[in-house]
T-cell receptor, first 112, second 115 residues
Framework: GQNIDQPTEMTATEGAIVQINCTYQ??????LFWYQQHAGEAPTFLSY????GLEEKGRFSSFLSRSKGYSYLLLKELQMKDSASYLC?????????????FGRGTSLIVHP | DGGITQSPKYLFRKEGQNVTLSCEQN?????MYWYRQDPGQGLRLIYY???????QKGDIAEGYSVSREKKESFPLTVTSAQKNPTAFYLC??????????????FGPGTRLLVL
């Protein structure tokens, strides 16, 4: 089994930096994804980490520590359009198929 | 343009009725997935298929059924046995060579409401 934990909601100011944390407990870890989902829409891929360290993609960065079961998504220079839900998903061994399991998501509200 | 389509966008079901949600992809992906999303619950896996004519139960398969007769199509039937079907249903696909490490591409979703 596994447990994925993210904060339910966060607020931040336009132009600021925000860090969204994700902790997990799982067997057979095989990578961690971050997706962005605007209200009523489909999730879209942001990042994938399988090795420890920081992956940077423009304004978004994702960090992974496998020994601590911890990841974070860092959003810089926040824009109003970044208001969305951010989903952490962990790939794990389940009956031989490594299908990612999603956390409950963190709703980010960016205000002026 | 390649992508995933789901239809309908909204679907209403009467008590005791089976309904089928459509999912089609033209990305030439082998793997396809069905998720259910409830408020505050994140995405929960219903069924997945890694190849034509084969599919596996996910975490919440009870009350649902699927088929995978064609690579492009993975319809989901919500049966009358599903007692709480009201939710947002998302279909996704990935290349299928190594699902653990692959980006999933999602359709726009179908919102199912019980009358």
């Amino acid at each position: 089994g596994q447990n994925i934990d993210q904060p339910t909601e966060m607020t931040a100011t336009e132009g600021a930096i925000v860090q969204i944390n994700c902790t997990y407990q799982t067997s057979g870890f095989n990578g961690l994804f971050w997706y962005q989902q605007h209200a009523g829409e489909a999730p879209t891929f942001l990042s994938y980490n399988v090795l420890d360290g920081l992956e940077e993609k423009g304004r978004f960065s994702s960090f992974l520590s496998r020994s601590k079961g911890y990841s974070y998504l860092l959003l810089k220079e926040l824009q109003m359009k970044d208001s969305a839900s951010y989903l952490c998903a962990v790939s794990h061994a389940s009956g031989g198929s490594y299908i990612p399991t999603f956390g409950r998501g963190t709703s980010l509200i960016v205000h002026p | 343009d390649g992508g995933i389509t789901q239809s309908p966008k909204y679907l209403f079901r009467k008590e005791g009725q089976n309904v089928t949600l459509s999912c089609e992809q033209n990305l030439n992906h082998d793997a396809m997935y069905w998720y259910r999303q409830d408020p505050g619950q994140g995405l929960r896996l219903i069924y997945y298929s890694q190849i034509v004519n084969d599919f596996q139960k996910g975490d919440i398969a009870e009350g649902y059924s699927v088929s995978r007769e064609k690579k492009e199509s993975f319809p989901l039937t919500v049966t009358s046995a599903q007692k709480n079907p009201t939710a947002f249903y998302l279909c996704a696909s990935s290349i299928g060579e190594n699902p653990a490490r692959e980006t999933q591409y999602f359709g726009p979703g179908t919102r199912l409401l019980v009358l």
